[in-house]
């Protein structure tokens, strides 16, 4: 698109945080969505001792105190087994939290809004001592309440039902964050699901998938209902696949025994990826409200047939004797992988949808680890042009969407050579963030989602019916793969992935050309 000096945005971080406060206090919230931004909160992190709040929550939490986007009287309260200090937690998230100095300050009173309670998590009398710290902090009965459980699986039952009997809100409202994995298959997602809603009502539960909170992801229904331009041509009339792709650099990193409970399937591709594919696939809901969007993806959901396992390839990464440091090791040389396993590192499926907008197109989800470089993105390649008049010169045209690293959308089109000829080459229409909008501050998606869960906004969290169908499309594929032992392909840390998966991707009449590469303002970019 050239210059993007003329009419670019030249915002200052500060601006676009003003236009965040005031968003939160737009009079056009629905009565279900509301900052209440003088009523006391009480922000409890259940397993505060634990690598995602120390890398995460806590994190997040100081970013959206520092920027003056929580209600004015937020308290922190952190619960875990282990015996500690609020000082003790604060040095273990201290790399973590971008602290700059001239923020020293505000910094230490961040920390003096914070508490810290050690109790077991099967213990109701250690709930009911948190109930009287929450109680303690807040001062009086109307405060709301907001319980985020950063705790493996196997202790959601029992700290839930612990909430539910000691620590409800009295006056104020509670709600439930809780973190993937939401089961291993849809037998196991089904009864946390009704353990849940036994005791908590739909509109309190906050299943989270920071996938949905991705600035790109965010902006997939814009792109779609907000332009012209695409609607017509957003069908099978037009389109002739859509790729959607999660790409890693770098292994387990020594974690591989956690991964390998769950591997790349359950782990990215049945929850991130099979998210963007209902934004994609949906049709336009009839409001913006959380509902109407969510109705909009579970009928996606219910037109997909359970997965097969000639639609996948399955792929485990061995070490590169090229290649240096942790490239030089395979998944299985990982110490804390079990000896001889057939998790697979890699997968690629192949979805349909079986309504009248997608029969018969393909969608191609795939991720995994050990790859040639880092990418999220979403790939939609049309039908060829029909009637060609070009001698076979003219390529497929795309829509790419990049969620990471480098927020982009961009068009793979034709145009003509520049000059005296009449050849035609590949070019683009290229809206990359970084350049159009530079000095614009870009939350982060647990910011976005945690702040969503203060305004009651449910929008991108997972409803239970939506979790439940996610879940019947893919465990028939793990049931199959996990009782036959599938072996999956290898493939070598640093490449591509498996040649089965190009191969597959050939089969359903995506073409790769190899011969375009996109480049970013001022620096080369595949």
Avoid at 233 to 241: C, G, H, Y
Avoid at 256 to 278: A, K, P, S, T, W
């Amino acid at each position: 698109m050239g210059s993007k000096t003329k009419g670019s945005r030249t915002s200052c971080p500060q601006d676009s945080l003003d236009l965040i406060r005031r968003s939160l206090r737009s009079t056009h919230m629905s009565n279900s969505e509301r900052f209440e931004e003088s009523t006391p909160h009480v922000f409890i992190v259940l397993g505060a001792s634990g690598d995602l709040a120390k890398k995460k929550i806590y994190p997040t939490l100081w970013w959206l105190f520092r920027d003056n986007l929580l209600p004015l009287n937020t308290r922190f309260v952190g619960y875990a087994r282990s015996s500690l200090s609020v000082a003790e937690v604060r040095d273990k998230c201290q790399k973590y939290m971008k602290v700059k100095p001239e923020e020293e300050q505000r910094y230490d009173e961040f920390w003096t809004r914070n508490s810290y309670f050690h109790g077991n998590y099967d213990s109701r009398h250690d709930f009911e001592i948190l109930d009287q710290e929450i109680r303690r902090l807040a001062a009086c009965r109307e405060a709301n309440r907001i319980f985020y459980l950063a705790l493996p699986p196997s202790v959601f039952e029992v700290v839930t039902s612990s909430i539910q009997t000691a620590c409800m809100a009295d006056r104020g409202w509670t709600r439930i964050i809780i973190e993937k994995p939401f089961g291993r298959d849809l037998e196991s997602s089904a009864k946390l699901s009704n353990h849940l809603g036994s005791l908590f009502k739909e509109e309190q539960i906050y299943r989270i998938d920071h996938y949905l909170g991705k600035e790109m992801v965010q902006n997939l229904m814009i792109l779609r209902f907000a332009n012209r331009i695409f609607g017509p041509t957003w069908n099978r009339e037009s389109i002739s696949s859509v790729i959607i792709s999660f790409k890693e650099p770098f292994g387990t990193q020594g974690r591989g025994g956690y991964f390998d409970e769950f591997g790349i399937i359950r782990d990215v591709m049945q929850n991130h990826l099979l998210q963007i594919l209902c934004l994609t696939a949906m049709e336009k809901p009839a409001s913006t409200s959380p509902n109407d969007i969510r109705d909009e993806k579970v009928k996606v959901l219910k037109s997909m047939p359970e997965l097969k396992i000639e639609d996948v390839v399955l792929g485990q990464y061995v070490g590169n004797p090229n290649g240096e440091g942790e490239a030089k090791e395979g998944y299985l040389d990982d110490r804390t992988v079990p000896k001889g396993s057939v998790t697979p590192t890699y997968a690629e499926a192949v979805c349909w949808i079986d309504n009248e907008r997608w029969d018969g197109v393909p969608f191609v989800l795939r991720c995994g680890k050990a790859l040639n470089e880092r990418k999220a993105e979403i790939r939609i390649q049309y039908r060829d042009v029909p009637g060609d008049i070009f001698g076979r010169q003219a390529k497929r045209n795309e829509l790419v969407i990049r969620v990471q690293p480098g927020e982009a959308v961009y068009i793979k089109m034709m145009t003509k050579s520049p000059g005296m000829s009449f050849d035609i080459e590949e070019t683009e229409l290229d809206l990359t963030y970084g350049t159009r909008y530079k000095d614009v501050k870009m939350p982060d998606a647990y910011e976005r989602l945690i702040l969503d869960v203060f305004c009651g906004s449910q929008m991108h969290f997972v409803r239970t019916d939506e979790l439940a169908e996610a879940w019947r499309i893919f465990t028939p594929l793990l049931h199959k793969i996990e009782k036959e032992k599938i072996k999956p392909i290898p493939y070598v840390f640093g490449s591509r992935g498996p040649k089965e998966a190009d191969e597959l991707l050939a089969k359903v009449d995506f073409k790769y050309y190899g011969s375009y590469k996109w480049k970013q303002p001022n620096q080369a970019h595949m």
